[in-house]
Structures are given as structure tokens and as C-alpha cells.
């Protein structure tokens, strides 16, 4: 089978090539968000692959002078109504940009459903959107990539295009999850001008600006197999331990063996990296705790982190039932025959887990400019092995890979903090399932700054398209979710 390669969320995926090609029209009839049936365009959308001239430096006018590159979007006009409906544009993220249109679903069939222009944007440094080409991640070339050159993009590419569809009455809002969902808060924060209001989906938009506990994240995926079965935790953290103990023996035969690996280990570095791609799988599993099988980040099925607590559960033995758990999302058509510790994971300055190739590549660099993110294990108040990450190892690998010195706090000054009170117009949605909701707002700060915690959700379930396996909380926060955003439109409209 022919297969692509793809990062998103730091991770690699690789999925069937038919996977990366647009949807096609099925029927004219569907039921829209009210349960009744519309007769409106089909709602899988054709979107049209398009670049934008874009600037390369937005704030200095002197070194790249008027210098442009061409940065990917995708558009589809079929549910609009022209020059008056809405403008839905996600704010894309580390990744490749069709990913995200494919699966964020519940924007198109909300743009059929308000007759709205939807715009998925590709992020600089991310999928085909590279400022000069394939030297952009040297250095300096790699110093325009920032939060704040990317919101520009956003910022810039909406108002050109408003202009060119006749769209200037049209109001915007902008979408996004995860980090496409941080930079959704960051666009009506920094240009309120432009847009009208935002959907953050699963935005942590505190803990990757310093703010809360090292120890959160892992402990919140810990808590995502305890909620299932206490035993799993324990089981999984047992798995872990002997591992320890084989690892002090140099026992690296045994090792070897029980995980399959291509190559038997050698060293105290060879288990660290062991360690952190065993831990990277159940992130992953925790994260994509979906109700039913996906292909978003890899190739899952319903309820993985069931799937995986059954398997250590299931298994004679530990070490053999932690590679079986860990082939759940390393191996999930079971074509591999040894796992490469080197290949499948890759260390670096996010400890969830960069990917792999030029996607990795950029959200490596944002790990050790902007984003802070010093999550660490510590086998107490998580299932994981100790493996700490200091804002000092942080700066000494960044040092050494980039040549840059973090600046813990600057995204914090630069966008708000958690003093957002005077802020207005911004859903933040979180699920309980998630592990990175605990890094994001979770409690409504006004009336206008409204948060939804979807009690059986995993990371940004709620962008999904509808599917019969749905659990009521996500059905009940995209209610609520579009009948505020056609508020915020129709107040636009009034202005």
C-alpha cells in the first residue's frame, strides 16, 4: 500500500495515500446542526488548494525590504452566501494544512449551516508554506518564524482577501485547536480590528506560556488510564520499573528482546530515548481518546486508551505487554518487525514529542523560543519514569541546537497571560479526556469569555465532524458553540 508521511503535533504519521485527497460530494441531502434536513451543497467540502503572496518580515522594513513567499491555504466558497455570510478561517498549526481541514469537520457543517466563506491557512515554516524553501531552517532563515509573524500572515491574508471577494462586510472568525487554537485567542486579542471572535479549541494557552505545574501534563495522561482501571496504572508503571531494573543490570539482551528493537541498546542514552518514546505513545493515546476509530496523528482505534489498558492488563508478561500497548500507535498496521528507537522518536525541546522532518524542525525551534513547554515525568504523581526537564535544560539544549537563549515569560507578556478579563468575544473549549486541557482557561471569565469543558472529550473532539458515536457532552458544546458564534456574527453585522 502506498503510504504518506506527514507531523502534526509534533508526531509522525503516515497514512494511506488516498487519505490526503479531498473530499468528494456524496448526496445534496443532510441534516444540519438542528437535526433538520437541509437541501443545501453537500457538506463534505471542495476545498481549492490556493498561495498567497505573502510578506516574509512583517516588522522590519529594512532587512527583507518587500521580500514575499508563497503560503498555502485552502478555500471553498460552495456554502457562502457571497458578500454577506460569515467568514470562517482557521488559524492552521504545525502541521500540514490539509490535515487539519480533513479533520475539523463541525467548521464546514457549520459553515453550511450559516452560509459561510471557510478559509484553512497554512502556518509559515509548516507543509508547503516554507519562507525559503529548503534552507528554512537554517540559521538565521529560521529567525522569522514567530508567533507574531505568523498572526501577521493571518492578519494580512484576511484583510487582502476580504478585499478581492468583496467580502469587506463579511464578519471573521477564527477557529483553530491546540496550538492553531492558541493563535485563534492571540488573533482577537492582537487584532480585534479583523476579527469578530474565536473558537480555541483545546488551547493551553497558560501552561505554554509558563504558567502552572512541570508535573500537570504527564500526571493528567496518568490519570486518563487511572480513570479506566487503577490496575492499568499500576500495571504500566510496573512495566516501567522493571525496565529500570534490567537497564541497571545492562541486562541490554533482555531489553532487546522484549521490545522488539532493531538494534540492542548500549547505553544510559539508548534508555532515556526507550523511555521517551514508550511515554510518547501513551500521550498520543491519551490525547486521541476518540470514541471511534481515526486517521488524525496517526491511526487509531475507538478508545485507545481502553485498547491500550487491555493490553497491559491482557499480557503474561509486562515488558511484552508495554511494546504490544506502544505498537497501538507505533504499529498499527503490524508491518513493522523491530522498532528504531531513533526513527520513531526523536527527542527535543518539547517533551510530548516534536515528529520527525522539516515540521518537526520548526516546532522544535518555537519549543525554544516562545512556547514553553517544561513538562517533565516523575514516577509519583504519574505512572512514567523520572525524566526531568528544567528551564535550564532547556536553555542548554536550545543553546546548542539553535543558538537562541529562551525568554521564559515572553509569551505571557506578549498575549495576556490569564488576565484576559477584558477581553471579549473568545470560546475555550477543553476535554476532560485531554491532557492538555488543564493547561488552558476552564472556568468562564464574562459573559463573552466562555468556557465549555466537554466531560467525555479528548483533544478538540468538538472540531470533529459529527459521528454517531458522539458522546452528548461534545452534541451539547457545538450547540452551544454555533448558536455564540452566530451571535457574534449577527452583532458584527449590526455594528
Given amino acids: 500500500m502506498n503510504y504518506s508521511c506527514i507531523h502534526y503535533d509534533r508526531h509522525l504519521h503516515c497514512l494511506k495515500r488516498f487519505d490526503f485527497l479531498p473530499p468528494t460530494f456524496t448526496s445534496n441531502l443532510y441534516i444540519n446542526l438542528y437535526g433538520q434536513i437541509s437541501q443545501h451543497t453537500d457538506p463534505k467540502p471542495q476545498f481549492k488548494e490556493k498561495y498567497f503572496p505573502q510578506i516574509m518580515d512583517h516588522f522590519n522594513f529594512n532587512i527583507m525590504g518587500n521580500g514575499t513567499y508563497e503560503q498555502r491555504y485552502l478555500i471553498t466558497d460552495q456554502y457562502w452566501k457571497r458578500g454577506s455570510g460569515p467568514i470562517f478561517f482557521y488559524t492552521g498549526n504545525e502541521g500540514d494544512i490539509w490535515e487539519f481541514a480533513l479533520n475539523s469537520g463541525f467548521i464546514t457543517e457549520l459553515a453550511a449551516e450559516q ?290 537563549i529562551p525568554r521564559p515569560g515572553w509569551l505571557k507578556t506578549q498575549f495576556w497571560g490569564d488576565a484576559l478579563s477584558t477581553a471579549s468575544n473568545i470560546i475555550f473549549s477543553n476535554g476532560d479526556l485531554d491532557p492538555w486541557a488543564n493547561g488552558g482557561v476552564r472556568r468562564s471569565l464574562s459573559s463573552s469569555l466562555i468556557a465549555i469543558n466537554i466531560s467525555e472529550g479528548a483533544h478538540h473532539l468538538d472540531l470533529r465532524e459529527a459521528n454517531d458515536a458522539d458522546p452528548a457532552s461534545v452534541i451539547k458544546a457545538r450547540k452551544m458553540e454555533s448558536d455564540t458564534i452566530a451571535q457574534w456574527v449577527k452583532m458584527e453585522k449590526e455594528r
Fill in 115 to 404: 452560509r459561510a466563506l471557510v478559509i484553512f491557512a497554512e502556518h509559515r515554516y509548516y507543509g508547503k508554506s516554507l519562507p525559503f524553501g529548503q534552507d528554512s531552517f537554517n540559521i538565521p532563515e529560521v529567525g522569522l518564524l514567530t508567533v507574531e509573524q505568523a498572526l501577521a500572515d493571518y492578519a494580512i491574508m484576511i484583510t487582502e482577501l476580504k478585499q478581492q471577494l468583496g467580502a469587506s462586510a463579511c464578519p471573521v472568525i477564527v477557529f483553530g485547536g491546540s496550538y492553531g487554537g492558541m493563535l485563534s485567542v492571540y488573533m482577537r486579542l492582537r487584532y480585534p480590528n479583523i476579527v469578530a471572535g474565536a473558537l480555541a479549541a483545546s488551547a493551553p494557552i497558560l501552561s505554554t506560556a509558563g504558567m502552572g505545574e512541570s508535573k500537570q501534563f504527564f500526571q493528567d495522561v496518568t490519570s486518563d488510564f487511572e480513570n479506566y482501571a487503577p490496575e492499568c496504572r499500576d500495571a504500566v508503571r510496573g512495566a516501567f520499573q522493571r525496565l529500570q531494573d534490567l537497564a541497571q543490570m545492562e541486562d541490554y539482551g533482555h531489553i532487546q528482546s522484549a521490545f522488539s528493537l532493531c538494534k540492542t541498546p548500549s547505553s544510559y542514552e539508548d534508555i532515556h530515548q526507550l523511555n521517551g518514546l514508550l511515554r510518547n505513545a501513551f500521550t498520543l493515546m491519551a490525547m486521541l481518546d476518540y470514541p471511534y476509530s481515526t486517521h488524525f496523528m496517526g491511526s487509531m482505534p475507538a478508545n485507545p486508551v481502553k485498547v491500550a489498558c487491555d493490553t497491559m492488563l491482557g499480557g503474561a508478561d509486562l515488558l511484552h505487554a508495554l511494546k504490544d500497548t506502544a505498537g497501538i500507535v507505533y504499529n498499527s498496521t503490524g508491518d513493522l518487525t523491530c522498532f528504531d528507537l531513533y526513527t520513531l522518536y526523536v527527542e527535543c525541546a518539547d517533551p510530548t514529542g516534536c515528529g520527525l522532518g522539516f515540521n518537526s524542525l520548526a516546532w522544535d525551534y518555537q519549543a525554544c523560543t516562545e512556547i514553553e513547554m517544561c513538562y517533565e515525568s516523575n514516577n509519583v504523581s504519574d505512572m512514567f519514569p523520572p525524566m526531568p526537564f528544567t528551564e535550564k535544560h532547556r536553555e542548554q539544549y536550545c543553546s546548542k541546537r539553535w543558538g537562541v
